[in-house]
């Protein structure tokens, strides 16, 4: 019995050994993060500045980026004709003045939505006064010059090839991160897009939890 109890012990002391060993994973860089002052906290504008005016509209975003936002994050659905924009829930009854869910609908149907009709801030309501949902090629070439992240919500290979093409087509490869809670989209997407910086997967980011509480966090490699 001792001799397998002292077996175990070495065993043991063995993996812990090994993973104190493991070598880190190589420091990635990537444009999107270079050139950052040192030190500095980022402010992300969540949902394009949600809380100040119609989340995932340029409203929004123009306000986000005049408190000083260092980066605009913003969701992204496709319609019907795959065209993408900046929308948050896959259905419009939310925060429109429509009803029913966006893969239903072709852009053109969209383009007149009224995106201020269901938002009310500190007493004041956005309805009727012609905030539009955004395009993402167009949100992109209305703020040229800043960081984005951009959050993939449809799990689809359309959705994902389509977030690649509208990036690149906007040269905007190397300010924008994608990110998405949907594993198959993100592979998918960085299939499509190498180039282009991402954000942990959902799979990614729970593995990294579980390892880092036993400290083996090292052992993790993100794609």
Not at 72 to 89: F, M
Not at 93 to 101: H, I, K, L, Q, V
Not at 108 to 113: F, K, Q
Request: with cysteine; net charge negative.
């Amino acid at each position: 019995m001792a001799h397998v109890l002292k077996g175990l012990i070495a065993f043991l002391l063995l993996i812990v050994l090994g993973v104190a060993l493991w070598p880190a994973p190589a420091s990635v860089s990537h444009p999107y993060f270079s050139d950052l002052p040192s030190g500095r906290i980022e402010v992300i504008a969540h949902g394009g500045g949600l809380g100040h005016a119609p989340a995932n509209t340029i409203l929004a975003l123009q306000r986000a980026k005049a408190m000083g936002a260092h980066v605009l994050e913003a969701d992204v659905q496709q319609t019907k004709d795959g065209v993408l924009i900046l929308r948050h829930d896959d259905t419009l009854d939310r925060t429109t003045n429509m009803t029913g869910a966006i893969a239903d609908y072709d852009w053109a149907e969209l383009a007149g939505a009224d995106a201020g009709a269901r938002t009310v801030i500190d007493g004041t309501s956005y309805a009727d006064q012609g905030i539009t949902i955004p395009r993402v090629d167009a949100a992109l070439a209305a703020f040229p010059d800043d960081r984005w992240i951009l959050e993939i919500n449809n799990d689809t290979p359309a959705a994902a090839k389509a977030m690649c093409e509208a990036i690149v087509q906007a040269g905007a490869e190397t300010r924008v991160l994608v990110g998405s809670f949907h594993d198959r989209a993100m592979a998918q997407f960085r299939e499509a897009c190498p180039q282009i910086a991402t954000s942990m997967s959902s799979d990614e980011a729970r593995n990294f939890v579980l390892a880092a509480r036993i400290g083996a966090s090292r052992l993790i490699r993100t794609s």
